[in-house]
């Protein structure tokens, strides 16, 4: 079971049929999450903190509770990196029974010509979201750049990814167009029907010719 989400899991298999050994694993804990998120220098000061008192002051009680009772109950506990450990220590009041270093399977990533063909293709749908979005063709030399992943604005770096841009912005050596992605799922609520249709954004009274998805 990975994340608080999934620990409920746990619980149940220890009451309903516990010689079913259960392994939980967490790449971070809601605490620590939530401590960077909101600009704390979480490993400087890890020590100090009570993750009681820090879930209290951030509304995140049943996370955290959720997510200290599946590590404490799981018959292993693991996590991906030797500083994390100290993190699940600290505020799960649980050692890790082993550290599995963050990776991921590459034999589904394709080789050689599919590789290409699917570089290609995807680029190509990327480009056609944003030709549709700002009724403009691009040229071939248009360089594409892209961020992704949960949407924890400072966790994930998402503000100095946006930070760069401005800097690319401002400098006079950039002599090809760029155009950026932040490929991350937030609280929406479907794409935009003009893209899906293949309507020219200019064609639409929207809120942000920036958006594919309409925001809640």
């Not at 002051?57 to 799981?74: C, G, W, Y």
């Not at 360089?143 to 994930?156: D, I, M, P, Q, W």
């Not at 167009?177 to 893209?195: E, M, T």
């Amino acid at each position: 079971f990975h994340e608080w989400m999934t620990g409920t899991g746990i619980l149940y298999l220890k009451d309903r049929l516990p010689q079913v050994g259960t392994v939980f694993t967490t790449h971070a804990t809601a605490v620590g999450r939530s401590l960077a998120g909101n600009n704390r220098p979480l490993y400087k000061n890890l020590t100090s903190y009570n993750g009681e008192e820090v879930a209290r002051e951030f509304n995140i009680i049943s996370k955290q509770s959720a997510e200290k009772l599946a590590a404490q109950q799981a018959d292993a506990f693991t996590t991906v990196s030797e500083i994390t450990a100290k993190e699940c220590s600290q505020f799960l009041q649980k050692d890790v029974t082993r550290v599995t270093p963050n990776g991921f399977e590459d034999t589904f990533v394709p080789s050689g010509s599919q590789f290409d063909d699917m570089r290609t293709s995807g680029r190509k749908k990327l480009l056609d979201v944003a030709e549709s979005m700002f009724n403009q063709q691009f040229g071939d030399d248009v360089f594409l750049v892209a961020t992704s992943g949960r949407y924890e604005f400072r966790n994930k770096g998402i503000d100095l990814f946006i930070d760069s841009l401005g800097a690319l912005n401002r400098s006079d050596k950039i002599n090809r167009p760029i155009i950026a992605y932040l490929l991350i799922p937030a609280n929406h609520y479907g794409p935009r029907k003009d893209l899906k249709s293949d309507k020219s954004a200019s064609d639409m009274a929207f809120g942000s010719k920036y958006l594919t998805h309409n925001l809640h």
